[in-house]
């Protein structure tokens, strides 16, 4: 069965804390991405990764960094946590396209910034 | 600029009757398109998906319509049970590439 595992459910951080969020994927997928929920706005798109090292920003890198040092684990690295980071962060992993792929998400992380 | 937009936020509908969830989407390149299903404080989940060749896909209760000339496809559920209560993306991706692009989400209600 597919698997993203995001490794913490619920922080809560202080503002101008490093924060780690850790998504690992058992499904030898290529790609990895990560996205916030927020009301009104949907999922959004921080950055993506379609191989190992490799990294792309999406629609809202800013105060956003990535790792992805093995092909199965993704991490989401805020450099200096701010309130207006609080938010949920899903984590989701897919093939490359094939005229069919889909995505495939994680729990979710709740991150309260105080 | 939302490449894939659903306008309406939140849909009530009573339990047995059909529940139509639309989504437009302003790229004409994109092929294949996805409906997500999420309930509070977890992850989205896979529901249904269609391709660019094919203008209707049909799993259960649940059909896509697509109509490519309007740029349009939408989600019937029928008959919509209370369990169906959730928010639902559409998203829609481009043949060979890696991005996928989401909608803001529809809150279903499905009253008993």
């Known amino acids: 069965d597919v698997k993203v595992t995001q490794s913490s459910r619920y922080l809560v951080k202080r503002t101008g804390e490093k924060v780690f969020l850790e998504c690992v994927q058992d499904m030898d997928h290529e790609n990895m991405f990560w996205y916030r929920q927020d009301p009104g706005l949907g999922l959004r798109l921080i950055y993506f990764s379609y191989d190992v090292k490799m990294k792309e920003k999406g629609d809202i890198p800013e105060g956003y960094s990535v790792s992805r040092e093995k092909k199965e684990r993704f991490s989401l690295i805020l450099e200096s946590a701010s309130t207006n980071q609080t938010s949920m962060y899903l984590c989701?992993?897919?093939?490359?396209?094939?005229?069919?792929?889909?995505?495939?998400f994680g729990e979710g992380s709740w991150l309260t910034v105080v | 600029d939302q490449q894939v937009k659903q306008n309406s936020p939140s849909l009530s509908v009573q339990e047995g009757r059909i529940s139509i969830l639309n989504c437009d989407y302003t790229n004409s390149m994109f092929d294949y398109f996805l409906w997500y299903k999420k309930y509070p404080a977890e992850g989205p989940t896979f529901l249904i998906s269609?391709?660019?060749?094919?203008d209707k896909n049909e799993d259960g209760r649940f059909t896509v319509f697509l109509n490519k000339s309007a740029k349009h496809l939408s989600l019937h559920i029928v008959p919509s049970q209370p369990g169906d209560s959730a928010v639902y993306f559409c998203?829609?991706?481009?043949?060979?590439?890696?991005?996928?692009?989401f909608g803001s989400g529809t809150k279903l209600n499905v009253k008993p």
């Open positions: 269609i391709s660019s060749i094919k």
């Open positions: 989701a992993s897919s093939t490359p396209g094939t005229g069919g792929n889909t995505i495939y």
């Open positions: 998203a829609a991706s481009l043949y060979n590439f890696n991005k996928f692009y």
